[in-house]
C-alpha cells in the first residue's frame, strides 16, 4: 500500500512538471522548432510522373520538384509569364510554309518557331540515378538481384550523382510525351501544333510494344521529333503549326520539365518496378524541393533541394504593385534568395473537423474554410461583405480570398429538341430558365457567399472578362444605380409565354412542360440542393426530374448527347480567353468528337465559331476585345449556359506565415513562402497548454480514496487480530 501512495505522488509530482508541455502535438518537440511547413492533404496524390499528372492535388507536390521553361511570376497580375530555367522568354519566328521568316501579322505564317536559351546553372537534386563508378559507368545502371531484395526505398541507395541540365533533357521529356503507353492527358491537344509529333509518337508506340514485350528497356535518345531539335547543349528549338500564342503557357506546366535519361533508363528496371519505385512515385526534377518521403497514407514531405539555383523573390514597381493589389508586407522580401523554408510536411487529413482542430491548434500554418467551420470564421456583413470573425482575429489569423479563374454552369444541351435549338421561342425558353435561376441565392444558400454571379464564361482575371456595367449579361441583369439586378420574375414569366409555354403549359399540348437534369448528387446531403433546383423551374410552373447516377454514368450520357440539362465546371489550364471560350466553340462539341471534344453543351454558332478561330490566335490587343465582346454578346442571347458562378477561395492565415498571395495559375509557390518558427513554437506552447487542475484533482480524489481504503482496511485488521490478543494473555 505504501508503494502504491508513493507511485501516486510520484504521477503527481510528474503531472506538475509537465505543466508548461504541450502533449497533443502531432510533430516532435525538435521539428515544431524547425524551418518547417506544415500542411495537409485530403486525396493521396496518384500521379507524380510529369508526364501524366494533371491534378490539382498532385501538382500541388510535383511543381515543387519540376521545372519547366516558364513559369507566373508569383506577384503580378493579370498573370505574367517569365523565364524559369531559360536566360530569356522564348524566342519565336515565323515562317511560311516554305520555311522562310516572315512577319508575325503576315497572313502567310504557316510554322512559329519557339527557341529556348536554357541557364546554365540548373541542377537535378542528388539521385541514386546519376551515381557513377570510378570508371564513369552509372553506379545503379543494372542493380542486381541481392540487392534489390533488401531494397525498401531509394533511401537504401546510398550513393548520390547530379548533372546540369541540357537541352536534350527537355527534348526527352516531349518524347517521353509521345508514348502512348504512358497516357499523357495533352498528347492529342499538342499533336496538331508540334510538327512530326504525330507521326513520332505513332512509330515511338510501336517501338514502346516491342520493347515491353521483349522485356527491354526503351530509351527515347535514338528517336527524333521533326519539330523538336536540340541545337546544342543550352538551346532547344520547338516548331508549331501555325500561330499558336497559348503555346507559351504549356511551357509552364510540367509536362514540359526536363526528364533525365538515366532516371528514365533507372525506373524501368524491373525490379524497381515491381517495387513501386517509378517516376510516378519518386520523382527527379531540379526545383527548389525533392521528395524526401512519400507515404501517400500518411504523410508527404518535401526538403530544400541542396543544388538549387540562383533565384529571388520578386519584386514590383510602384506602378506593378498598385495594379495587383499587392501589400507592401509581401514585398518585405523583395529580392532575397529562395527558397525560405527548409522543409514541408503534409498529413493526410480525410476529415475536415480535425484538421480545422489541428488549424485552431497552430498545428497546421493554413487552412481552408469548411462548411461546418464556416460561422467560426467568417461573419458576414449587412452588404454581403465577408470578414474574421472575432475569435480568429484574438488569433491573429488573416483572411486570405480572391476569385478564382474558373466557372460553374448549368448547360443545356442544344442538340435537344425541347431546350436546344436556336429559334426565336427556343432561345427565349432557355433565356427564362436563365433569369429564374437565382444564383445570387445559390451561392449565399450552399457556398456561405463564396461565389460570384457569372455573367459569361470569362472569369475574372482573365482579358475579356470586365466589370460593372459593361461587363453584365443583359439578358438576365439590368443595371439599376451602379449595381447589377436580376431581372424579375415576370420578365421570365412573359419570355416563357413567348417561347410557347405560357405559365409552364405548353401551348401545342396543353401539358406542362416537364424537363430532366442529370446529375451526380446522389447523398443525402445532395436533397437540399435537389430541392432548390426544382424550386427554381417550379417558379415558371415547369416540372423539374432529377436523374441522379453514378460519375461515369453521367459522363458517358453527356459526351453521347443524351442529356437534357446537368451542371459542369471548368478549371483555367492557362489565363487566356481562348481556354473559356472553346468550351463553346462547335468545332469541340461532343456528339461530333465521339465524346472528344470539351463542348458539353453541343453549342454551335457560325458567327460564334467564326470569331472564334479568329481571336484564338491574336494577341490581347483592342481588336481582340471587340471580338470578344461580340462573342459574349451572342452566346448571351443563345443562353446555351446558365452561366452560374465564380468560386471564391477563402484561405485562412496564421501570423507566423508570411509572403502568402492566391495565384490560381501557379503551383511552383513554396518557394516563396517564409515561416517564422519561434513565433509559432510560443504559440502552439500557449493555445495547447495542457489543463492539469481537472487531473490533478482526480488524482488528489485517488489519493484520499487510497487512503480512505488504507485506513478502513486498518481499521477491520484491528477488529479482527485483538480479541486473539487478549485471549492469549490470559
Do not use: C
Not at 365 to 394: P, R, T, Y
Not at 532 to 538: H, L, T
Amino acid at each position: 500500500m505504501f508503494l502504491a501512495v508513493r507511485s501516486t505522488f510520484l504521477l503527481f509530482f510528474m503531472v506538475a512538471i509537465l505543466d508548461a508541455s504541450v502533449w497533443n502535438s502531432p510533430y516532435s518537440e525538435t521539428l515544431r522548432r524547425q524551418n518547417v511547413l506544415f500542411s495537409s492533404f485530403s486525396s493521396p496524390p496518384k500521379h507524380l510522373d510529369p508526364v501524366l499528372s494533371y491534378n490539382a492535388n498532385e501538382w500541388a507536390i510535383l511543381s515543387q520538384i519540376y521545372e519547366p521553361p516558364l513559369q507566373y511570376n508569383y506577384l503580378k497580375r493579370p498573370y505574367v509569364l517569365e523565364p524559369l530555367s531559360l536566360t530569356d522568354m522564348p524566342e519565336v519566328t515565323y515562317l511560311d510554309r516554305l520555311g522562310k521568316e516572315v512577319d508575325r501579322l503576315s497572313d502567310k505564317v504557316s510554322y512559329s518557331r519557339y527557341r529556348l536559351y536554357l541557364r546554365e546553372d540548373i541542377r537535378y537534386a542528388p539521385h541514386p540515378a546519376f551515381a557513377r563508378n570510378s570508371n564513369g559507368t552509372l553506379r545503379y545502371g543494372k542493380i542486381d538481384w541481392k540487392t534489390l531484395d533488401s531494397l525498401e526505398t531509394l533511401n537504401d541507395l546510398k550513393e548520390r550523382g547530379s548533372r546540369r541540365v541540357t537541352a536534350e533533357d527537355y527534348a526527352y521529356a516531349i518524347k517521353r510525351m509521345a508514348v502512348r503507353q504512358y497516357h499523357s492527358p495533352i498528347l492529342d491537344t499538342m499533336i496538331p501544333y508540334i510538327v512530326g509529333l504525330r507521326a513520332f509518337s505513332k512509330q515511338i508506340t510501336a517501338v514502346a510494344k516491342d520493347k515491353r514485350e521483349k522485356k527491354e528497356v526503351l530509351d527515347l535518345r535514338p528517336y527524333h521529333i521533326r519539330g523538336v531539335k536540340v541545337i546544342d547543349r543550352n538551346t532547344l528549338e520547338i516548331t508549331i503549326r501555325g500561330k499558336y500564342p497559348q503555346f507559351l503557357y504549356w511551357l509552364a506546366m510540367n509536362f514540359f520539365a526536363p526528364i533525365p535519361w538515366e532516371a528514365d533508363l533507372f525506373y524501368q528496371q524491373e525490379g524497381l518496378q515491381a517495387k513501386n519505385i517509378s517516376l510516378d512515385t519518386t520523382p527527379v526534377g531540379t526545383g527548389a524541393y525533392y521528395l524526401a518521403e512519400n507515404n501517400p497514407n500518411a504523410r508527404m514531405r518535401l526538403k530544400r533541394n541542396p543544388l538549387f539555383h540562383t533565384e529571388y523573390y520578386p519584386s514590383l514597381s510602384l506602378i506593378e504593385q498598385q495594379a495587383a493589389g499587392i501589400s507592401e508586407a509581401l514585398l518585405a522580401d523583395s529580392g532575397q534568395p529562395l527558397p525560405f523554408i527548409d522543409e514541408a510536411v503534409y498529413s493526410l487529413e480525410k476529415e475536415s473537423i480535425p484538421l480545422w482542430n489541428k488549424f485552431l491548434q497552430g498545428y497546421y500554418d493554413a487552412s481552408g474554410i469548411s462548411a461546418e467551420a464556416f460561422d467560426q470564421a467568417v461573419q458576414i456583413g449587412s452588404s454581403g461583405s465577408m470578414g474574421l470573425s472575432e475569435a480568429m482575429k484574438q488569433q491573429g489569423i488573416s483572411l486570405i480570398s480572391a476569385v478564382q479563374p474558373s466557372i460553374f454552369y448549368m448547360a443545356f444541351n442544344m442538340a435537344d429538341p425541347v431546350v436546344g435549338g436556336y429559334s426565336v421561342a427556343q432561345r427565349k425558353l432557355r433565356q427564362a430558365i436563365s433569369i429564374a435561376q437565382d444564383q445570387e441565392e445559390y451561392i449565399s444558400i450552399f457556398l456561405n457567399g463564396r461565389g460570384v454571379a457569372a455573367q459569361g464564361p470569362i472569369p475574372p482575371g482573365i482579358f475579356g472578362h470586365e466589370e460593372g456595367k459593361r461587363g453584365i449579361n443583359p439578358v438576365v441583369y439590368d443595371w439599376v444605380e451602379g449595381r447589377r439586378v436580376r431581372k424579375s420574375l415576370a420578365v421570365a414569366k412573359r419570355l416563357l409565354a413567348e417561347a410557347g409555354y405560357p405559365g409552364g403549359i405548353s401551348a401545342k399540348t396543353g401539358k406542362r412542360l416537364k424537363l430532366y437534369y442529370d446529375t451526380t448528387a446522389t447523398g443525402p446531403d445532395d436533397r437540399a440542393l435537389m430541392d432548390w433546383r426544382r424550386k427554381q423551374f417550379a417558379k415558371l410552373g415547369i416540372e423539374l426530374v432529377i436523374r441522379a447516377t453514378d460519375y461515369n454514368r453521367f459522363q458517358e450520357k453527356v459526351r453521347k448527347g443524351k442529356v437534357q440539362l446537368f451542371s459542369w465546371g471548368w478549371n483555367a489550364d492557362y489565363p487566356d480567353p481562348e481556354n473559356f471560350l472553346f468550351l463553346l466553340y462547335g468545332g469541340n462539341a461532343v456528339i461530333d468528337t465521339n465524346g472528344a471534344g470539351i463542348n458539353s453543351a453541343n453549342y454551335k454558332n457560325p458567327e460564334f465559331d467564326t470569331l472564334f478561330r479568329e481571336i484564338r490566335t491574336m494577341e490581347n490587343t483592342p481588336e481582340r476585345l471587340a471580338k470578344i465582346e461580340k462573342m459574349l454578346q451572342i452566346a448571351r442571347e443563345d443562353a446555351p449556359w446558365v452561366w452560374g458562378f465564380y468560386p471564391k477561395s477563402l484561405v485562412l492565415v496564421h501570423s507566423w506565415f508570411k509572403n502568402v498571395s492566391p495565384n490560381a495559375m501557379a503551383n511552383n509557390t513554396l518557394k516563396y513562402k517564409r515561416i517564422d518558427p519561434r513565433t509559432r513554437y510560443v504559440k502552439q506552447e500557449l493555445w495547447n497548454r495542457p489543463a492539469v487542475l481537472p487531473l490533478l484533482i482526480m488524482i488528489a480524489a485517488a489519493v484520499l480514496g487510497l487512503l480512505w481504503l488504507y485506513r478502513a482496511y486498518r481499521k477491520s485488521e484491528e477488529a479482527v487480530i485483538s480479541p486473539a490478543g487478549k485471549e492469549g494473555k490470559s
